[in-house]
């Protein structure tokens, strides 16, 4: 299932996957939080930030995959540039297109 955001933007959700976000605060923080499994097309704009239990994932302008599923973080970069942050350790890695990062909370 497909959505789109308030600037633009797409998520297509795969099953089981939800998000939720502020509207009224989406214009000064593009924020989301996300479970599940979901590709995202971001528009250019501000920080684009997408938050789970797991990890957090940020964006200026691209396209990428994330799947928070069975305790595990991953992010697949397809287009532009990606900053993954593990909400465990506090480490941190930036990704190019085609590049995947993966992250177990075990």
């Known amino acids: 299932m497909s959505h789109i955001l308030p600037d633009g933007s797409k998520v297509t959700l795969n099953a089981e996957s939800s ?3 502020h509207p009224y605060w989406w214009n000064i923080s593009r924020e989301l939080s996300f479970e599940g499994e979901a590709y995202f097309e971001v528009e250019k704009g501000s920080r684009f930030s997408v938050i789970s239990e797991a990890g957090s994932t940020e964006v200026l302008g691209t396209s990428f995959n994330i799947s928070t599923r069975n305790a595990g973080y991953k992010v697949f ?3 532009g ?3 993954v942050l593990s909400a465990n350790t506090g480490k941190e ?3 190019e297109p085609n590049m995947l990062a993966v992250l177990n909370n075990q």
Do not use: A, E, H, N
Request: net charge positive; hydrophobic share 40%.
């Open 81 to 83: 540039k990606v900053k």
């Open 77 to 79: 970069c397809k287009t």
């Open 19 to 21: 998000f939720s976000y």
């Open 93 to 95: 890695v930036i990704l």
